[in-house]
C-alpha cells in the first residue's frame, strides 16, 4: 500500500515503517534458514502500485 504524498500524507506512516522493520527483523532472527521457494518470483505491473505478485517462502522447523 502507500502513504500517499503531499499534504494527503500519512500521519501513521513512520509508526507503520517501523513496525515492518521490527517484523521483518525478528523474522529474519526467528527463521535464519526461511529461504525463497521460487528464485524468480513474478511482479504485478503498474507505476501507481507496483510489487511482488506473491512471495512464497519455506521455514524449516528443526
Do not use: K, Q
Not at 534458514?33 to 521460487?38: A, G, I, V
Request: proline share 10%.
Amino acid at each position: 500500500m502507500s502513504f500517499g504524498m503531499g499534504i494527503h500524507f500519512c500521519l501513521g506512516a513512520p509508526l507503520a515503517r517501523l513496525e515492518g522493520e521490527i517484523a521483518f527483523a525478528t523474522l529474519a532472527t526467528e527463521a535464519p534458514d526461511m529461504e525463497l521457494t521460487d528464485p524468480n518470483p513474478t511482479w504485478r505491473p503498474g507505476a501507481v502500485l507496483p510489487g511482488l505478485r506473491r512471495l512464497d517462502v519455506r521455514l524449516d522447523s528443526a
